[in-house]
């Protein structure tokens, strides 16, 4: 049995300001043909309120990294509380990353000695393991800042169960999480990323970038009729 797996990082990568941009980025940073990918695929969009985001209207959602990351649903709800720690060791072992919804409070509070009272979903990156300390390498955002902690392996499966229990009692939530990841959601970066256009791909990026592009937006009621223009 492998007794220690720590995957490739990258802790401050190139968006830290969305959380699940951050998961993404610190694993496809990791990859020399990422630049490219990045030149041709992200963009950074503000609307009239001065709001900004990763995106094109919207942030970028999971099926827009498909193109650069093997992106597998773990099927949460069939990986028991009881499998949960074997079945992250097991992935890593494969060279995925794992992303799962965990009640991040309480994952906060064990960590630095903390006392946030409401439980909070939140996605936690994992990408490595100690089996002799019973610990997972995590980054995890704290003061603004995401840092590399250890996590005890039961109290990571505790924050998993917290999650997992409320998934169970409601599969709705699971959907509704599914823009930025699946309850739990393997990655890893795909063998090959085809860049052969990129030129002509950062000619015309560059041409949007010295004289802008402004996106209209409409909304319509139930009845079909024009609600708002922004």
Same mark, same amino acid.
């Given at each position: ?94 060279? &995925?990353?794992? @992303? %799962?919804?965990?009640? !991040? ?5 064990? +960590? ?5 009272? =409401? ?80 030129? &002509?791909?950062? @000619? %015309?990026?560059?041409? !949007? ?5 402004? +996106? ?5 009621? =139930? ?8």
């Amino acid at each position: 049995m492998v007794k220690k797996m720590k995957l490739p990082i990258v802790i401050k990568p190139f968006v830290t300001s969305e959380c699940f941009t951050f998961s993404k980025f610190a694993v496809m940073q990791n990859s020399p043909s990422f630049p490219m990918w990045a030149i041709r695929n992200f963009k950074l969009y503000l609307d009239i309120y001065g709001e900004s985001s990763y995106g094109e209207i919207d942030s970028y959602g999971l099926s827009h990294f498909e193109n650069f990351l093997d992106i597998k649903d773990c099927k949460m709800l069939n990986v028991s509380i009881d499998k949960f720690i074997d079945y992250i060791i097991d992935k890593i072992d494969n060279g &995925y990353y794992i @992303i %799962v919804d965990v009640d !991040y409070n309480f994952l906060i509070n064990a +960590v630095f000695n903390l006392e946030l009272s =409401e439980p909070g979903v939140h996605e936690v990156l994992i990408y490595g393991y100690d089996n002799d300390k019973k610990v997972f390498f995590v980054p995890v955002l704290y003061k603004g800042i995401f840092r590399e902690v250890t996590v005890d392996f039961n109290i990571l499966k505790k924050a998993y169960s917290v999650q997992f229990t409320e998934y169970q009692a409601d599969k709705s939530n699971l959907f509704f999480r599914r823009y930025y990841f699946f309850g739990m959601t393997a990655i890893k970066i795909k063998d090959n990323y085809s860049s052969a256009n990129i030129m &002509y791909d950062f @000619i %015309v990026r560059l041409g !949007y970038e010295a004289k802008g592009k402004i +996106v209209e937006i409409s909304d319509f009621d =139930e009845n079909e009729k024009l609600s708002n223009t922004y």
